[in-house]
């Protein structure tokens, strides 16, 4: 089944001060053993796509409007181990494993919500 992405989020860029908007959905990582919560970032289709073609989690950057792969600059990937849509396929909860030193959020914690 895939998402719904006819849902709209409006974000102002942090670029341009431009408020934009974005069609996605909610994406929540957890740890795939644990069921540790990780991280809270949106999806839009292409990040969908590419999450689906790698089986590595990609967001939507709001703060730079672009694709974004999770670890591309720090080694922490998160391998997609399974994937649960809600019932509006408006949100989805990953289950993955953290690769490389097992850090999850860009402030060098294990989790965003620490």
Request: charged share 35%; aromatic share 4%; net charge positive.
């Given at each position: 089944?895939?998402?719904?992405?006819?849902?709209l989020?409006?974000?102002?860029?942090?670029?341009?001060?431009?408020?934009?908007?974005?069609?996605?959905?909610?994406?929540?990582?957890?740890?795939?053993?644990?069921?540790?919560?990780?991280i809270p970032a949106f999806m839009n289709e292409e990040a969908w796509l590419k999450t689906q073609e790698t089986k590595i989690v990609h967001f939507w950057s709001t703060s730079r409007d672009e694709l974004w792969r999770k670890g591309a600059t720090s080694g922490n990937e998160l391998e997609v181990i399974y994937q649960?849509?809600?019932?509006?396929?408006?949100?989805?909860?990953?289950g993955v494993k953290?690769?490389?030193d097992g850090v999850a959020c860009h402030t060098g914690k294990r989790s965003c919500f620490q």
């Open positions: 089944m895939r998402p719904d992405f006819k849902r989020l409006l974000y102002v860029s942090k670029k341009t001060s431009e408020i934009k908007m974005l069609k996605c959905i909610v994406a929540v990582i957890e740890d795939a053993e644990t069921k540790e919560s990780l649960r849509l809600n019932c509006d396929r408006t949100a989805v909860l990953i953290v690769r490389g």
